[in-house]
Each structure stands twice: as structure tokens, then as C-alpha cells.
């Protein structure tokens, strides 16, 4: 995978590069949920679907900014199922983005996520990657290259709550718990970008991201082969944890469609297991 994750560094300079120059405006198109595309989404899922093209471990690359599944290699042993710029609304008024990458061997479900990377485009570029068999580790864009940080390891108990969705639209006993957190004094903490949103409560000790069913969106709004699983990766390897609304784990879900969405919660241990008993959901 050490090709993959090259090619992921990369990208990162060039999409960083595109989001400082190119033009923010809508392009004609939509994405493959209906949302209007910028320039740039499109831009930056080009210049990850070209860096692919010739690594000869990938055998096919699914965007979220497409439909279907792009196939590149018949020898190829990877999937890279990637959303190249989440958030990119943001960039608008200047906060931070991401690149999200999952990377799968054999069926997309979660059990076949091998490995995951994120890049957050903000004051710095930093890259962090994660395997079943490692902590995430902290990357830092410097001199055009990528300097090694350290693992990223979560406290039991944080202090960050990163409550997203439409307060209007949540469930009764959501709203309660999330005020409940507040109440014991967790600071809010969320952008609407769920890269820089995810990577705050990793590296600022830990907390808790969450995405509900809301009444607007039943089934959530972040993508599970793009955006939930490999995030789940992180989470659980960096000592946290990250479940759906049943209470089973991000990393056991099997997509029936590359697009589907769920709910999701991510965070460290007090955090998942308060919103489990919230939720009526045992053990
Ligand atoms: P809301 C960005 O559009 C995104 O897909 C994620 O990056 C982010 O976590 C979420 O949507 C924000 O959604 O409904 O809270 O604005």
C-alpha cells in the first residue's frame, strides 16, 4: 500500500495548490446526490482519479463525486473509494477542507477496509493515515514534503462536542443527550466540514462527532464507503470508538450501494457509552 499512500501525498500539494487558485465557482453538474458541484470538487476528483491511473496496486477507484466504479487494474489488489474535497462549500469562506480515502480489499463493506487517510487543507496541510494493524499517524506538509508527527492516541473522556444535523430535525432523546454533554460542560466544536470537525476531537484529546437520523434525513447524511468507515478506522485505532444508532460498529456496515449514508458517532469511550444508554442501546 506504501504506493498508495505516495500517491495520496501527492495529490494532497496539488489539491491544496487548486484550492488556492482555482475558481470557486458551481460547475453544470451534480454529484451523485443530487448536490451541485463546484469547480473544484470536480477539479480535485480529476487530479485524484489521474495520480491513480498507473499505481499497480489499485485495481479500481470509486468517487463520491460519481457514480460507479472506475476500473483501472485487472492485477490490481485495492479499491480506493475516496471523497476528494468534503466540506468544499467551505472553502468559500476560507475553513478548512478535507480528502478522505478508504482503501478496500474485496467486497466494499467495512470488514474489507484495510486502511484509511485523510488530508486536512487548513492554515497547514496535514495528512494522517491508519491500518488494522497501526495508530493513525500525524503527517505535516513541509518543504513539499511530509514530516512524520507521531500516532494519534484518544482519551477515555474529552471535552469536544460535535453536534451536527439540523437541530430542528433531531430526535427528542438526541437533543437531550447533546444538551446533556453541554451541561456537563463540553464545548462546542463544529464547522460543517467533517474532516477538520473529526480531526479537532482526535488530536484535542477527544470528545464525540455526531451525525443522527434526523427527521429531514432518516438514514444521515455522511457516506459510509467515502466518509464514515474509514474515519471509523481511525477512531477505533486511535483506542476510540465509532457506532450507527443501533449501537453496531461503523466498521462492520455493508454498504448496499456505493452512496448510502448513515448515522453516525464518533468519540472516545465515556462519550459512545453515555450516547448508548441515551439511546436505549445495551452494552
Ligand atoms: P450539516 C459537508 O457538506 C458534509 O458532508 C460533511 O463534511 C459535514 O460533516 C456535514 O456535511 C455537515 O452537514 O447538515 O451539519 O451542515
Known amino acids: 500500500m506504501k504506493d498508495i499512500f505516495e500517491t495520496i501525498k ?48 489499485v485495481k479500481a477507484l470509486v468517487s463520491e463525486e460519481k457514480e460507479g466504479v472506475l476500473e483501472l487494474s485487472k492485477t490490481g ?5 475516496y471523497d476528494p ?8 469562506v476560507n475553513l478548512s477542507v478535507g480528502s478522505i480515502f478508504g482503501i478496500y480489499e474485496g467486497e466494499l463493506e467495512g470488514k474489507n477496509l484495510v486502511a484509511s487517510a485523510y488530508v486536512v487543507y487548513g492554515p497547514r496541510i496535514e495528512l494522517v493515515i491508519a491500518t488494522r494493524e497501526s495508530k493513525p499517524m500525524l503527517y505535516l506538509a513541509m518543504d513539499s514534503k ?67 437520523s434526523t427527521t ?20 477505533e485505532q486511535a483506542g476510540a470508538e465509532a457506532i450507527d444508532d443501533r449501537g453496531e460498529r461503523l466498521l462492520e456496515l455493508v454498504p448496499s450501494h456505493p452512496h448510502d449514508t448513515t448515522p453516525c ?5 465515556y462519550e459512545i457509552a453515555a450516547l448508548k444508554t441515551a439511546y436505549g442501546i445495551n452494552g
Not at 474535497?85 to 468559500?92: F, Q
Not at 458517532?265 to 469511550?269: A, L, M, R, T
Open 146 to 212: 511530509f514530516k512524520q508527527l507521531g500516532e494519534i492516541t484518544m482519551n477515555e473522556k474529552g471535552k469536544l462536542n460535535a453536534s451536527g444535523g439540523t437541530q430542528q430535525h433531531w430526535a427528542e432523546h438526541h437533543k437531550t443527550f447533546i444538551d446533556s454533554l453541554f451541561q456537563e460542560g463540553y464545548r462546542l466544536r463544529y464547522s460543517g466540514g467533517m474532516v477538520p470537525d473529526l480531526h479537532q476531537i482526535m488530536l484535542k484529546g477527544g470528545g464525540l462527532f455526531s451525525y443522527p
Open 265 to 269: 458517532f464518533f468519540g472516545s469511550k
Open 85 to 92: 474535497l468534503d466540506g468544499s462549500s467551505l472553502v468559500d
Open 77 to 81: 489488489r485495492y479499491t480506493v473509494c
Open 10 to 57: 501527492n495529490v494532497a500539494f496539488e489539491i491544496d495548490h487548486a484550492i488556492k487558485t482555482e475558481d470557486l465557482g458551481y460547475s453544470e453538474s451534480e454529484n451523485s446526490s443530487g448536490e451541485e458541484q463546484l469547480k473544484l470538487d470536480v477539479q480535485s476528483d480529476l487530479i485524484i482519479e489521474k495520480a491513480f491511473a498507473n499505481v499497480s496496486s
Open 216 to 235: 429531514d434525513k432518516p438514514e444521515g447524511k455522511l457516506r459510509q464507503l467515502f466518509e464514515v468507515i474509514p474515519f471509523a478506522l481511525m477512531y
